[in-house]
């Protein structure tokens, strides 16, 4: 008999810090195993955000270098412009993307940063207790919107691929879910190629991935795949919003 | 070499190229730009890195990373670009990464003006940014210094694995003066840097730079680690420069740009038989007490000058404690102090007479 | 015959791989609670196992190995 | 203190920078201390600029000349702004051909030059304030002859050789006068 | 008003609601975010305004535009929130606008902890931003000053015209006690601001706010006036408790939660026939030197205690300047001492006995 | 003889302090001109950024605030917030809206904050001397671009109103020229388009005026104009392109 | 000082903060000065949720419990962590019915209360930690029993009178045992 | 008739309204210099003028005034 799945090496045998059922640790090992799979372990290094990821500078066992909140394209700039033969990539939620980064990611897309970007929207601040996101959905009842998210008063949700795909520096904008099996398997392949786009230097490459927050939305980790499903993907469609090397939504 | 005119901010940008710097972070601000432009200009030639950020925020923390990549890395600002770094230095300390901050400052607050300034130190030497740190804080007071200090920061950032400040301000920053520029270091990572995230190359564990500590135990350890580290900085590291202070009763303390000012009213004085003295700190932080120390018991009386409402005045009552009068006198909002008006103060403190 | 290994230490109980099994062979355990205090997932019927993955695809603790 | 102020002051573009540049050269020819201080930032923009010089036997303190022994005033507001501060013996050195004004302090010696209209007479464009240099030169002697030639020397970069020769020329010309 | 059971955070935010505050824009971060929250929950139920930012530099320049009509205006964050926050706070102090800033402070430096701290004091009360200006700063030690000292900064900060900090901590927001809410102020402009960019609907010349003064001379002159200002709140305003000092041997200096044990230590002391007191600054800055200087005469020494490793220990020594010994006793990362250790450290002090 | 042009009431009788042949004046009294002719200027509020127009304060009737660099849509956020009756603008360079204040701008218009955006793009760091924007062309010298803007290493001119137009939240987002009378008049339409938007309450609206720096291009004012023409228009097509009142590009 | 301090600790969920709540409120109600403060930040998202409570007759000076009088353990970590820190002569209430260890302290006081199969035996699911302070009054008698009612009374809200006397029967059954 | 009338204390010779002007009626003036250092824009022949603005809507200045 041959292990046909475990655990990639790029993972530390080191348990998430993760609630139950949060989809991080999905994406995590989609991430490790794309490092193992190109190879590249020894030359990669991550850069942490602030979020409930904040700590995965524990799990991944590539270099890391753990960023304040929302600079992790700016410290991976830093990083890949002092060893541009090295392969650098951020992991970074919606609050931290979308809303106090939304400079940086921006210019690192102008700039054609040659960085991966793994962008997991939850659509809520995961770690500070569950406060309105940029990517909040309409009527989504969070902390700081107890009434829900009046979109008239907090504006609608940003929509970051869309919004990145106008970039002339983005070689890949594209998005992903986590919440079954193809989904899962789509989005191993999105992230794998968003690496190797970054290895063929063709620019800046991020993978939007919804994922969920059971904690903070108040549903077990099978509701909460469901709501991502009934909720996020309306809003949020899956697909290649820029691609250079290909066909793009 | 022979010596020849740059600016202040162009011969700091030449030093710290020479010192190994190949990695510069910039978002222009008056009066540093000629700074950045000069990297801008240089960088290309030698496969170093200029890359103008889109905030100064952004460029603190490519630092960050180019740092923790195990590079000599530098930015550069005037006083409202700095405290939007200050989130950044903070992080750079706490993740133990060296890297070189220059300020040259300008009036504040808010916008301010453009004109130069000293009213930034304490956010120099002891706030920039939130938390138990240090910055490394030199202040060069002539173009030459701004050269010579520099290739110190880098060295100092890098053995202690801190984040090490230039406090400059307009005047030093845009005036030319000859200056001899010294013998280069051949490497831009003259150290080695077994810590850095430079990828393991499967030959080590990975290398892990951070700055967050969720057990306070394990944060209060760190600190005081780094506090102990500070205590050696302090012995060893403090630097002044003395100018007639061995028979000095009234001795000026004052750095950069307006220490230049206290030389002229110090000769002024002494001409008209006051016998003054000038401590000019070279470093910030360590503060040079030992200097100051020195003197206390045959000066008479100590007068800070400051390009600022009063600041280092207060680390040199907290050095003389008491034992002697400590007075101030200061301009502010980009206003260099005449000469005549230190000697003034001078006269005061004195009576008048020697 | 194919295997679905899953790590009780590392497993938090929250059901995805239940849920995913096409098989319907894993449950979460009715009695045992683990060190971290969660119901680990259990294979009821190894048998029946297809090794096809998809407990472990699910799975966001990488708790479960398969073999086949 | 034997320390020499001058200031230069004029509109943006009459090279009061270069002139400038071209004192300190000079001073730092004759080893001796110097220091080259503009002003700076968006005042430039309303037109006018100007520069401090300082030469010295001793270190330098202030490099912002506020009481200038030596002032060169290559327009009206510069000459208004500054005329008053110079030090009593000070030299001024006015730009007659842009300048109309007379100054009417008694304690200061004033030598007006049609530095513009000489230059452009004399196929000189952009090189009046050499010929103010040369002026100061002849009438304070605040460098050697020979520090100033090789200022030159380092101021005006090898491939513009031919601007060597019209910058000598203006420089005749001012000394001359 | 019976008194209620409530965390400090949301102490602070309903107190503030009936200050008059009207216009909270904020960005989340442990541990002040049920302040926050809040401000969510009630804003919308009284026509009030909560805004969730993009980031914290957003928030503190939404503060400066809503104060700048003329409104209550306040953020609330934590240590690495309020380092990007200073730059805005540099612009509303040199625009001379009110304005009320909470940090509940967190330990760094950077990303730092999430517990308790009191290491962000250097920044509060010397350096939250660039340049020559000063900060009304509050620290309340228990819930019930949370919102007593919030009505008090909205009042001084309109008075003043500048901007007031409450520096509070990750205790103090977390921790309930019991609380009674005074009474409300009627509206969210309690006193005239002509001075207010609030539209100048065609009846007086316009108004500007502005930090930004390009002629030294102009910015000096408004530095001086600011100073000028300082001077009488360094006169009119210092707040202090003190606990057993009139007799005291040895008086320590706390303030927020770790005044709070040191009431126990002293406690302790006392029983133990030390003769032990407490000074409890309540205003940080204008630091209350007029305190400690009714004590200096008789107290033996001076023991600083702080949840830091050593910042407000300047200012004791300051006041104190070298006329009785000063110590200091800290922890930081955030841990909180506990009374035990600082009754050693009183009992070090003291040579063990009365 | 009647008066057929003449300064408008809401610019007070103070001269720029443009450079000569400088744009940001045209735009200055196309704005002002709007403010006489919907007769707001006892309720509007400006808010002057960081940059060549920081001293606007001075030139504008209605009143004003100068915000901190880049952070002028954050304040006009708070102003409208606190007054919503008021009419509030920001008036903004390219630096200051498209660098560092990225964040401020998208946010804002994420919301759709019921304010106006005046943004004059002149591809330069105009006050602090010519640095490289976010804007300047591909290969334009600048102080920081001395060899010309290398966009394999400093990236593409962003395309602001393209990438804000993929945001619900914005009304209008137009781009417009001054380089001729034709333009100037269409530039005012434009302007005043955005400011009636903020009245019917529509949501952000944001006007990018291509305009000229002579004095860090390093060319006189009438050549100004033909290199923005030239060299400007091409990359920045002129057009609307989001207007939820009418038709879009 | 008459200072008593209480340490809840157990898993998210089981009402350990409420419990808190509930015993601050009753020593507010008998007029004494309290504190309560919770575990915060990420470190809840591990599952484990403590709180501390102090009552006292005097100003209360850290509010942070690090010694406890009273331990109430609703989980094994809980009880592992801080068994060692309760004061000679202390209380400990440990749920037996999720801890199946045994304390080997001899100077503490120690109650095994099966308070999570009581509840669930008595219809009464999530209270357990009402049974534990039944439990808790009764042997330690930190408030009056009329203190305890009046908590109830401010931290159940009006609207779920119904939980009202849910939580009323798992007190009593907590402090009848 | 119109008239375009040049304040010329406000004017800094930028010429953008002689090239603006379709009439080609307006010179940057060969001899004056204003307070502020510039050459001030010139009507030469203002019988020429069709008030049509074109030099006003240009000017950077707000140094003209139109009338017709
Ligand atoms: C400067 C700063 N602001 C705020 C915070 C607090 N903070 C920590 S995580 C976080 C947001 C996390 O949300 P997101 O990025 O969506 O990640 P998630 O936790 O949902 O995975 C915030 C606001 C901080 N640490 N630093
Ligand atoms: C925080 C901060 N960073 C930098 C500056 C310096 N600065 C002043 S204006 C400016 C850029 C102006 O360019 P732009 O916004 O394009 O306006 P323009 O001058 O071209 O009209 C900069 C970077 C500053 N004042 N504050
Ligand atoms: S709080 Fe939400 S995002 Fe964070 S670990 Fe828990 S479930 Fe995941
Ligand atoms: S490998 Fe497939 S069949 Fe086997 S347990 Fe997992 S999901 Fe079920
Ligand atoms: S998916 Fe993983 S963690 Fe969840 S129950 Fe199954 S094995 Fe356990
Ligand atoms: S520098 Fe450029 S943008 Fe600024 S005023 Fe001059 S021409 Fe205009
Ligand atoms: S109004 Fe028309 S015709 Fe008259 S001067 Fe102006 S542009 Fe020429
Ligand atoms: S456009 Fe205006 S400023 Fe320019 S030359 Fe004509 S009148 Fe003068
Ligand atoms: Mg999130
Ligand atoms: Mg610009």
């Given at each position: 008999?041959?292990?046909?799945?475990?655990?990639?090496?790029?993972?530390?045998?080191?348990?998430?810090?993760?609630?139950?059922?949060?989809?991080?640790?999905?994406?995590?090992?989609?991430?490790?195993?794309?490092?193992?799979?190109?190879?590249?372990?020894?030359?990669?290094?991550?850069?942490?955000?602030?979020?409930?990821?904040?700590?995965?500078?524990?799990?991944?066992?590539?270099?890391?270098?753990?960023?304040?909140?929302?600079?992790?394209?700016?410290?991976?700039?830093?990083?890949?412009?002092?060893?541009?033969?090295?392969?650098?990539?951020?992991?970074?939620?919606?609050?931290?993307?979308?809303?106090?980064?939304?400079?940086?990611?921006?210019?690192?897309?102008?700039?054609?940063?040659?960085?991966?970007?793994?962008?997991?929207?939850?659509?809520?601040?995961?770690?500070?207790?569950?406060?309105?996101?940029?990517?909040?959905?309409?009527?989504?009842?969070?902390?700081?919107?107890?009434?829900?998210?009046?979109?008239?008063?907090?504006?609608?949700?940003?929509?970051?691929?869309?919004?990145?795909?106008?970039?002339?520096?983005?070689?890949?904008?594209?998005?992903?879910?986590?919440?079954?099996?193809?989904?899962?398997?789509?989005?191993?392949?999105?992230?794998?190629?968003?690496?190797?786009?970054?290895?063929?230097?063709?620019?800046?490459?991020?993978?939007?991935?919804?994922?969920?927050?059971?904690?903070?939305?108040?549903?077990?980790?099978?509701?909460?795949?469901?709501?991502?499903?009934?909720?996020?993907?309306?809003?949020?469609?899956?697909?290649?919003?820029?691609?250079?090397?290909?066909?793009?939504? | 070499?022979?010596?020849?005119?740059?600016?202040?901010?162009?011969?700091?940008?030449?030093?710290?190229?020479?010192?190994?710097?190949?990695?510069?972070?910039?978002?222009?601000?008056?009066?540093?730009?000629?700074?950045?432009?000069?990297?801008?200009?240089?960088?290309?030639?030698?496969?170093?890195?200029?890359?103008?950020?889109?905030?100064?925020?952004?460029?603190?923390?490519?630092?960050?990373?180019?740092?923790?990549?195990?590079?000599?890395?530098?930015?550069?600002?005037?006083?409202?670009?700095?405290?939007?770094?200050?989130?950044?230095?903070?992080?750079?300390?706490?993740?133990?990464?060296?890297?070189?901050?220059?300020?040259?400052?300008?009036?504040?607050?808010?916008?301010?003006?453009?004109?130069?300034?000293?009213?930034?130190?304490?956010?120099?030497?002891?706030?920039?940014?939130?938390?138990?740190?240090?910055?490394?804080?030199?202040?060069?007071?002539?173009?030459?210094?701004?050269?010579?200090?520099?290739?110190?920061?880098?060295?100092?950032?890098?053995?202690?694995?801190?984040?090490?400040?230039?406090?400059?301000?307009?005047?030093?920053?845009?005036?030319?003066?000859?200056?001899?520029?010294?013998?280069?270091?051949?490497?831009?990572?003259?150290?080695?840097?077994?810590?850095?995230?430079?990828?393991?190359?499967?030959?080590?564990?990975?290398?892990?730079?951070?700055?967050?500590?969720?057990?306070?135990?394990?944060?209060?350890?760190?600190?005081?680690?780094?506090?102990?580290?500070?205590?050696?900085?302090?012995?060893?590291?403090?630097?002044?420069?003395?100018?007639?202070?061995?028979?000095?009763?009234?001795?000026?303390?004052?750095?950069?740009?307006?220490?230049?000012?206290?030389?002229?009213?110090?000769?002024?004085?002494?001409?008209?038989?006051?016998?003054?003295?000038?401590?000019?700190?070279?470093?910030?932080?360590?503060?040079?007490?030992?200097?100051?120390?020195?003197?206390?018991?045959?000066?008479?009386?100590?007068?800070?000058?400051?390009?600022?409402?009063?600041?280092?005045?207060?680390?040199?009552?907290?050095?003389?404690?008491?034992?002697?009068?400590?007075?101030?006198?200061?301009?502010?909002?980009?206003?260099?102090?005449?000469?005549?008006?230190?000697?003034?103060?001078?006269?005061?403190?004195?009576?008048?007479?020697? | 015959?194919?295997?679905?290994?899953?790590?009780?230490?590392?497993?938090?109980?929250?059901?995805?791989?239940?849920?995913?099994?096409?098989?319907?062979?894993?449950?979460?355990?009715?009695?045992?609670?683990?060190?971290?205090?969660?119901?680990?997932?259990?294979?009821?019927?190894?048998?029946?196992?297809?090794?096809?993955?998809?407990?472990?695809?699910?799975?966001?603790?990488?708790?479960?190995?398969?073999?086949? | 203190?034997?320390?020499?102020?001058?200031?230069?002051a004029g509109f943006?573009?009459q090279?009061?920078?270069?002139?400038?540049?071209?004192?300190?050269?000079?001073?730092?020819?004759?080893?001796?201390?110097?220091?080259?201080?503009?002003?700076?930032?968006?005042?430039?923009?309303g037109g006018t600029?100007n520069?401090?010089?300082?030469?010295?036997?001793?270190?330098?303190?202030?490099?912002?000349?506020?009481?200038?022994?030596?002032l060169v005033a290559m327009n009206l507001p510069s000459l208004e702004k500054f005329i008053?501060?110079?030090?009593?013996?000070?030299?001024v050195?006015v730009d007659c051909s842009i300048i109309d004004k007379k100054v009417h302090?008694?304690?200061?010696?004033?030598?007006y030059?049609?530095?513009t209209?000489?230059?452009?007479?004399?196929?000189?464009?952009?090189?009046?304030?050499?010929?103010?240099?040369?002026?100061?030169?002849?009438?304070?002697?605040?460098?050697?002859?020979?520090?100033?030639?090789?200022?030159?020397?380092?101021?005006?970069?090898?491939?513009?050789?031919?601007?060597?020769?019209?910058?000598?020329?203006?420089?005749?010309?001012?000394?001359?006068?």
């Amino acid at each position: 008999m041959a292990v046909v799945f475990q655990k990639p090496q790029a993972l530390l045998d080191v348990p998430f810090t993760y609630c139950p059922g949060c989809t991080h640790g999905i994406i995590h090992r989609l991430v490790a195993e794309t490092i193992d799979e190109l190879g590249i372990e020894g030359h990669t290094v991550g850069v942490a955000p602030v979020g409930c990821s904040v700590m995965n500078y524990n799990f991944f066992a590539c270099d890391m270098v753990q960023a304040p909140h929302g600079r992790a394209p700016a410290v991976a700039t830093g990083l890949k412009r002092a060893i541009p033969e090295n392969i650098v990539f951020t992991y970074q939620g919606d609050g931290d993307l979308a809303a106090i980064g939304t400079a940086e990611t921006v210019h690192a897309a102008v700039r054609g940063e040659n960085i991966t970007v793994v962008f997991v929207n939850n659509a809520i601040y995961g770690m500070t207790g569950g406060q309105m996101a940029p990517t909040s959905l309409p009527n989504q009842v969070t902390q700081t919107t107890p009434y829900g998210r009046d979109t008239s008063y907090s504006g609608h949700p940003i929509r970051v691929c869309e919004m990145l795909a106008t970039l002339e520096g983005t070689a890949l904008a594209q998005r992903v879910s986590v919440d079954n099996v193809k989904n899962v398997q789509n989005a191993k392949k999105a992230i794998k190629k968003a690496f190797t786009y970054q290895i063929e230097k063709r620019g800046f490459s991020i993978v939007e991935v919804l994922s969920t927050c059971p904690t903070n939305w108040g549903l077990d980790a099978q509701e909460s795949l469901q709501w991502l499903r009934d909720n996020m993907i309306p809003y949020y469609p899956l697909g290649v919003y820029k691609d250079v090397g290909g066909t793009t939504k | 070499m022979a010596k020849v005119l740059m600016k202040g901010n162009e011969a700091l940008a030449e030093a710290a190229i020479m010192a190994g710097c190949r990695h510069f972070f910039g978002y222009p601000i008056t009066p540093q730009t000629e700074l950045a432009a000069y990297m801008a200009k240089k960088m290309p030639k030698i496969g170093g890195v200029y890359l103008q950020a889109e905030s100064e925020i952004a460029a603190i923390n490519m630092v960050l990373g180019a740092s923790a990549a195990g590079k000599r890395a530098m930015t550069s600002s005037s006083s409202p670009g700095i405290s939007l770094k200050s989130e950044g230095i903070s992080y750079i300390a706490g993740s133990d990464l060296p890297a070189v901050i220059v300020n040259v400052q300008r009036g504040g607050p808010g916008l301010g003006g453009i004109q130069p300034s000293q009213a930034d130190y304490w956010q120099a030497t002891r706030a920039t940014g939130h938390g138990d740190f240090h910055l490394m804080v030199y202040a060069p007071s002539t173009v030459q210094e701004m050269t010579d200090l520099v290739a110190l920061a880098f060295d100092n950032a890098d053995k202690y694995r801190m984040p090490v400040m230039i406090l400059s301000d307009g005047m030093l920053g845009q005036m030319m003066e000859p200056v001899e520029l010294k013998t280069a270091n051949a490497t831009d990572c003259p150290i080695e840097k077994p810590w850095a995230a430079c990828g393991h190359r499967n030959s080590r564990p990975h290398n892990v730079i951070n700055s967050l500590y969720l057990t306070p135990q394990a944060l209060e350890e760190l600190v005081k680690k780094r506090y102990e580290k500070y205590e050696v900085i302090k012995k060893e590291e403090q630097m002044a420069d003395e100018y007639l202070t061995d028979d000095a009763d009234i001795i000026l303390v004052a750095y950069g740009a307006s220490s230049r000012i206290c030389r002229t009213a110090v000769n002024t004085a002494r001409k008209e038989g006051i016998k003054a003295g000038l401590i000019r700190p070279i470093t910030l932080w360590p503060y040079p007490a030992k200097y100051i120390e020195k003197h206390i018991a045959h000066a008479k009386a100590f007068l800070c000058v400051e390009m600022s409402m009063g600041q280092m005045v207060d680390d040199v009552r907290l050095c003389v404690n008491g034992r002697k009068p400590v007075a101030f006198y200061g301009r502010t909002g980009g206003i260099i102090p005449a000469p005549d008006e230190v000697l003034n103060e001078i006269r005061k403190l004195t009576g008048g007479v020697k | 015959m194919a295997k679905a290994i899953i790590d009780e230490t590392k497993c938090k109980g929250c059901g995805l791989c239940v849920a995913a099994c096409p098989r319907k062979i894993l449950v979460l355990s009715p009695d045992k609670i683990n060190s971290k205090g969660y119901r680990p997932a259990q294979v009821v019927d190894q048998s029946k196992c297809t090794g096809c993955a998809s407990c472990a695809i699910m799975c966001p603790d990488v708790a479960i190995t398969v073999e086949r | 203190m034997s320390t020499l102020n001058i200031l230069l002051a004029g509109f943006g573009g009459q090279g009061i920078l270069f002139l400038g540049k071209m004192a300190a050269y000079a001073g730092l020819m004759d080893n001796r201390q110097i220091t080259w201080l503009p002003s700076y930032g968006p005042e430039m923009r309303g037109g006018t600029a100007n520069c401090s010089v300082c030469i010295s036997d001793d270190l330098i303190g202030s490099p912002l000349v506020i009481n200038p022994d030596i002032l060169v005033a290559m327009n009206l507001p510069s000459l208004e702004k500054f005329i008053d501060k110079v030090v009593p013996g000070g030299t001024v050195l006015v730009d007659c051909s842009i300048i109309d004004k007379k100054v009417h302090r008694e304690d200061i010696n004033v030598f007006y030059v049609p530095a513009t209209r000489l230059a452009a007479d004399n196929g000189l464009p952009g090189l009046a304030n050499m010929i103010m240099l040369g002026k100061m030169l002849k009438e304070t002697k605040f460098c050697t002859e020979n520090a100033l030639e090789e200022a030159l020397l380092k101021c005006v970069p090898p491939r513009k050789a031919d601007m060597m020769e019209l910058n000598r020329k203006a420089l005749k010309i001012g000394s001359e006068l």
